[in-house]
Every structure is written in structure tokens, then in C-alpha cells.
């Protein structure tokens, strides 16, 4: 599918929602704290990486695995789950459902530790990754439904920064936490007492679930409706064109320089600069704070300017800066965490958007879950990877390595740029190109509409009229095949309505 065909159905959405602010802003506030709880207990072992190696006795590539185990599940059910809520629970129960999944995965983390079993942290964390990421797919279907063609890339930005707040939090309130519940209990209980409060946040996300469920109730339909009756099918996946598969490897080769560097950087940081625990700690911590303020700033930004492609490729080009830095030079970990920081938000940004413009709304849900999957799959290989890497031949050789997965992504953006720039460039417009083009579909939607009325209302018309688009879902599908958009094969009996001509 072409990055013009989401605005049709995106369109009669906004036409039918009400945009009142209050209720939307409202909704935006929800949304930002339904990834708080997940964004904070996931960063819990990077944290206090130390406490977790001394009380569990864990050597590196076992530590790394708390994050591959999060990562395995959802190489299939995060795709699942995402299908699921277009499909079958709707927006609102998968939402809550997914948050639910979350705290419980948190709370059978925080026993594993509490009794000493490695084993039952692994068993948690995986619970955990079930629910984590799902619930992401939510977030990002949340703030579809309710910004679609307003501040969208804002939105995201917010999202993405207020997530970083919950990371940052973390980073630097877990470890005095852990010190003062170690006034009281030591050991492994400590470390699960501490995991224990931790799920706390997850609760709070919880909250906001329901909440967030109950005022989409009182203002619109479930996220399941649609006007034309499109419904998301497993085998529409095929259907997703080259530029999407190019996205969803962005988001592998990009992340796996973010977060298991996040992971692992407390103490590169007290090794290479020979910082203190605590120093290590912010240092290791300034990313998520810098990506944390700059968020809101970088999807405004591209909202205002577009050119979201050539934003990505700008945005990874300085996350190759600052890892370079890391790697070969001494210069302060907090201004090349910044730096990273900012470019990482402004990649958000502007690559999580691009989805909502190459998909279908009906479909979002699938589409998110299949880029988060391969993002999960690419991560739990890696971040095992890149516990070998720092046992065998230590951190050099894993900033040498992040560089090279940061080196193929701006690779596949460049690709990205130049198959846009051939295929009509509609992901890289800037705003007034975009808006003009919305304005153009959707005239031309209306206008064939209109005729479509007019000859069922006068009741005449020849043999040809009959075969004429009588419905939303059928002139859209007239539409995408006159601008040369390849339909789906489950809608081949619409084809021949489709690409006949107009009178």
C-alpha cells in the first residue's frame, strides 16, 4: 500500500469524532501516562545493574538476558496482540487488558528476586514483555484515533517524551531507592522489595487505562467501527508495501544502539571515565532526560515542517556522531548522551508517524504490532549479542558494533528517501504539500460521491451506472486504483468496480 491511501478512512473519522479540547487533551494526558509504569519497570535492571549482578550472582550475558526475555514474546504476540485490537477486543478492553498483563508480569519479577529464583524474574519478565509492548501498539492506535491529521507527529513526540520521564525516573530513583529499603532488608530481598514498590508505576498506567477506555465509551465507537465495514485479516500483511519493511528495519538496526546501550552504559561510563556509581547513574540517565524535553519540541517541529524522511536521516546521522564519540575520543558522557538524546527523540518523532501514513486505520493495529515484533525479535538477539560482545572483548568492541547497525540504518533511510522520491514522494512532502494533498484526495472522493447520489436519486442511468461504486468502501477502492495504488487480494471482486473509468 502507498503512503496516500490512510487519509480516506482516516477523514471520515475525523468528521465523525468530536473535537472538542478539553476531551482531546485529556485523552492526550491519558495516553502519556499509559506507558509511564511499562517505561519505568523496564529500565529497573539497567537501573541497579550492579545490585542485580551482586544479589542474583549474574554475569553479564545472563543480566542481558532480563532484557532479550522481555524481547522473545513479542516476536509473534506483540503482532498478535496488535491484530487482536483491531479485530477482535477493540481498542479500549485491549488497552486495559494489555496494562493488566503488565503489572502482573512486574509483580511475578519482583517474587523471583524476593525468593532468590532467577528463573521466576525471567518467567516475569517475559509476562511483562507480553504486555509491555502490546500495550505500546495501544498507545500508538490511541493517538491515531484521536490526532490523526492534528499534531500527529506532536503527539508522538509527547508520547515518546513522557516515556522518557518514566526511564529517567527510574534511572535515577531506583538506586537510593534500593538504599534505603537495604537499611530494613538485604540481599535479594531487597532487590525484591524494591521491585516490589516499583509496581506501583505499572498500577498507575493501569488506571489511566480505564480511565482512558471509559471517555472514548462517552464520545465515540469502539475502535473496531468503521464506516465502510473494513475489517483487519492477517493476510493484509502481505499487502504492506517495501517502505514499511524498510521502517520496521529502521527500528531494529536504530534501537539496538539505544537501549542496550542504556543497559550496559552505567558502568562503561565508571570504567572508561572513571566516574562514581552515582555519576555513572545521571550520566547514563541524561539521554532519557534530554530526550525527555526535546520530544514535544521534534514532533512540533515536524509537524510544522514535514520532511519526515529527511528527518530520520538527520537524526541518525548524529546518533553516529555521539556513539563515535563514546568509542574513540574522552569527551564528556554527558554531553554525548545529550546529543544522542536529542537525535533519538526527533527519530522518533518522525519515524513512528510514517506508519499512519502508509497504512490504513483499520489496519494501524497489525501494522504496529508486526513493526514492534521485528523490533522485538531484532532486539532479543542482539541484546544477548551485545552481552557476549562486552564479556569476551569488552565495551570498545560494542561501541564498534552499535556503529555499524547505526551506519545500515541511515543505509535504509537513504533507500527510503529515494524509493519516495520515485514513487511520488508523499512521505517526505513538507506540511503545506501534505495538507494540499489531503485536500485533493478527499475532493476527488467527494466529488465521485456526489455523482454516485445524483444517479441513484434520479433513478435512471444506464446498465453502466449499476456498476458504478455504490458505497464509501467501494469508491475508495475506485479511487486507490485510479491513483495506482495495488488493492489488497482479498478485495479482488471489488477490482473490476474499481478501475472502471468515470463518465
Known amino acids: 500500500m502507498d503512503g496516500d491511501q490512510s487519509g480516506d478512512v482516516e477523514n471520515e473519522n475525523l468528521r465523525e469524532r468530536d473535537d472538542s479540547g478539553p476531551m482531546r487533551f485529556l485523552a492526550l494526558f491519558l495516553m502519556c501516562l499509559l506507558g509511564f509504569g511499562s517505561y519505568f519497570c523496564y529500565d529497573n535492571p539497567g537501573a541497579i545493574q550492579e545490585n542485580f549482578t551482586e544479589d542474583m550472582g549474574l554475569s553479564t550475558t545472563e543480566f542481558t538476558l532480563l532484557y532479550a526475555v522481555y524481547a522473545w514474546p513479542n516476536v509473534i504476540l506483540c503482532f498478535i496482540g496488535g491484530f487482536l485490537i483491531d479485530r477482535v ?65 506532536t503527539v508522538f513526540g509527547l508520547q515518546l517524551s513522557f516515556a522518557r520521564v518514566g526511564s529517567t525516573v527510574n534511572l535515577v530513583v531506583l538506586g537510593p531507592l534500593y538504599n534505603w529499603v537495604e537499611q530494613f532488608y538485604h540481599g535479594h530481598t531487597c532487590l525484591g522489595v524494591t521491585l516490589f514498590i516499583a509496581t506501583g508505576t505499572c498500577l498507575m498506567s493501569l488506571l489511566a487505562a480505564i480511565l482512558l477506555g471509559l471517555l472514548r465509551n462517552k464520545k465515540d465507537t469502539s475502535a473496531r467501527d468503521n464506516p465502510n465495514n473494513e475489517v483487519a485479516r492477517l493476510t493484509d500483511i502481505k499487502d504492506f508495501n517495501v517502505t514499511f519493511w524498510l521502517i520496521c528495519l529502521i527500528c531494529v538496526v536504530y534501537y539496538v544502539a539505544i537501549f542496550p546501550l542504556i543497559a550496559l552504559g552505567k558502568v562503561f561510563f565508571e570504567r572508561k571515565f572513571d566516574m562514581t556509581e552515582n555519576d555513572a547513574s545521571w550520566a547514563n540517565s541524561v ?33 553516529i556522531i555521539g556513539h563515535a564519540m563514546l568509542a574513540f575520543t574522552l569527551v564528556s558522557p554527558y554531553f554525548t548522551m545529550s546529543l544522542i538524546g536529542i537525535a533519538y527523540s526527533m527519530l522518533a518523532g518522525s519515524l513512528w508517524p510514517l506508519v499512519a501514513y502508509i497504512i490504513p486505520q483499520y489496519q494501524l493495529g497489525t501494522a504496529y504490532g508486526v513493526a514492534q515484533a521485528i523490533q522485538n525479535l531484532g532486539l532479543g538477539v542482539i541484546t544477548m549479542l551485545t552481552g557476549m560482545i562486552v564479556d569476551n572483548w569488552g565495551y570498545f568492541m560494542l561501541e564498534l558494533f552499535f556503529l555499524f547497525c547505526l551506519f545500515l540504518s541511515l543505509l535504509t533511510a537513504i533507500v527510503i528517501w529515494l524509493y519516495d522520491a520515485s514513487h511520488n514522494g508523499t512521505l517526505n512532502m513538507n506540511n503545506e504539500q501534505r495538507q494540499e494533498f489531503d485536500k485533493m484526495k478527499q475532493a476527488a472522493e467527494e466529488a465521485d460521491k456526489e455523482k454516485l447520489l445524483s444517479v441513484n436519486a434520479g433513478g435512471e442511468g444506464s446498465s453502466q451506472d449499476v456498476l458504478q461504486p455504490q458505497t464509501d468502501f467501494q469508491i475508495r477502492n475506485r479511487y486507490l486504483s485510479r491513483i495506482g495504488a495495488n488493492l489488497p487480494s482479498h478485495l479482488a471482486p471489488f477490482k473490476g468496480i474499481a478501475y472502471r473509468t468515470l463518465r
Open 89 to 153: 477486543f477493540g481498542i479500549q478492553f485491549g488497552t486495559v487488558l494489555y496494562a493488566f498483563i503488565v503489572v502482573i508480569g512486574q509483580l511475578v519479577f519482583a517474587a523471583g528476586a524476593y525468593s532468590d529464583s532467577f528463573g521466576l524474574m525471567l518467567v516475569g519478565r517475559f509476562i511483562f514483555g507480553i504486555g509491555g509492548e502490546s500495550l505500546a501498539v495501544a498507545q500508538n492506535n490511541y493517538a491515531v484515533v484521536w490526532f490523526m491529521g492534528k499534531e500527529l507527529n
Open 287 to 319: 539521554l532519557y532526560i534530554t530526550s525527555a524535553a526535546f520530544s514535544p519540541v521534534s514532533g512540533y517541529l515536524v509537524d510544522k515542517t514535514g520532511r519526515n524522511v529527511f528527518w530520520v536521516s538527520i537524526s541518525i546521522f548524529f546518533t
